[in-house]
């Protein structure tokens, strides 16, 4: 059993920056594809990035590539989710969610979940 735990979110103005950050408390962290999804009101979950286990690659959203970048320290336990240019559709929950070496970017393939960490984006 893996218990995710996000941190990180907030309130930022359009333009602006923050990095989540989901620590893993349990678990062999380092054998689990990472991903970050996120819900906004009204909206469906939807992928966001995630890195794979074990060559580390990354995958993005379309919304989001060349802004937001995923990072994981073994080490640490975390998963980071580097988030630049934010602008008002970036607003949603976010979520971490760890699974096995083959899921790819549907929420069904992952099997832990954090309890998401909220990101506002005002203008």
């Known amino acids: 059993q893996v218990q995710l735990v996000e941190s990180g979110g907030g309130l930022v103005q359009t333009g602006g920056s923050l990095r989540l950050a989901c620590v893993a408390s349990a678990g062999t962290f380092s054998s689990y594809t990472l991903g970050w999804f996120r819900q906004a009101p009204g909206k469906e979950r939807e992928f966001v990035a995630r890195?794979?286990?074990?060559?580390?690659?990354?995958f993005y959203a379309d919304s989001v590539r060349g802004r937001f970048t995923i990072s994981r320290d073994n080490a640490k336990n975390t998963v980071y989710l580097h988030m630049n240019n934010l602008n008002l559709e970036d607003t949603a929950v976010y979520y971490c969610a760890a699974g096995g070496p083959l899921v790819a970017s549907s929420s069904y393939e992952y099997d832990y979940w954090g309890q998401g960490t909220q990101v506002t984006v005002s203008s």
């Open positions: 890195i794979n286990w074990p060559a580390d690659l990354t």
